[in-house]
Nanobody, 127 residues
């Protein structure tokens, strides 16, 4: 499945953005969809994930209480509130064909289970 992420932009600290992830030529129904981010010089971080049914969600500690993931038939959203400069990164959505997601022993999202990745959307939060 080919994914497209959109909705990034420049926002002041404390502001909000909503990212969207859609599939071209297919639907997202079968897939767990994860959001990952990577800032310059930093490792990729799994930010959030939602199972194919929508019944299970994951949030990294760094975004809990500020970000909300949701989905409908065609789109997965990442609502990002109370943005901080530390949230500045390129955000990617990715699809896991198993319909669920897997965590490391330390509770972090495992990116290797996600076979399809979108092109990324830049989020910049100014202080």
């Amino acid at each position: 499945v080919q994914l497209q992420a959109s909705g990034g932009g420049l926002v002041q600290a404390g502001g909000s953005l909503r990212l969207s992830c859609v599939a071209s030529g297919s639907t997202l129904n079968r897939y767990a969809i994860g959001w990952f981010r990577q800032a310059p010089g930093k490792q990729r971080e799994g930010v959030s994930c939602i199972s194919s049914s929508g019944g299970s969600t994951y949030y990294a500690d760094s975004v809990k209480g500020r970000f909300t993931i949701s989905r409908d038939k065609t789109t997965v959203y990442l609502q990002m509130n109370s943005l901080e400069p530390e949230d500045t990164a390129v955000y990617y959505c990715a699809a896991d064909v198993t319909g669920t997601y897997y965590l490391t022993n330390s509770g972090k999202l495992i990116p290797e289970f996600f076979a399809s990745w979108g092109q990324g959307t830049q989020v910049t939060v100014s202080s």
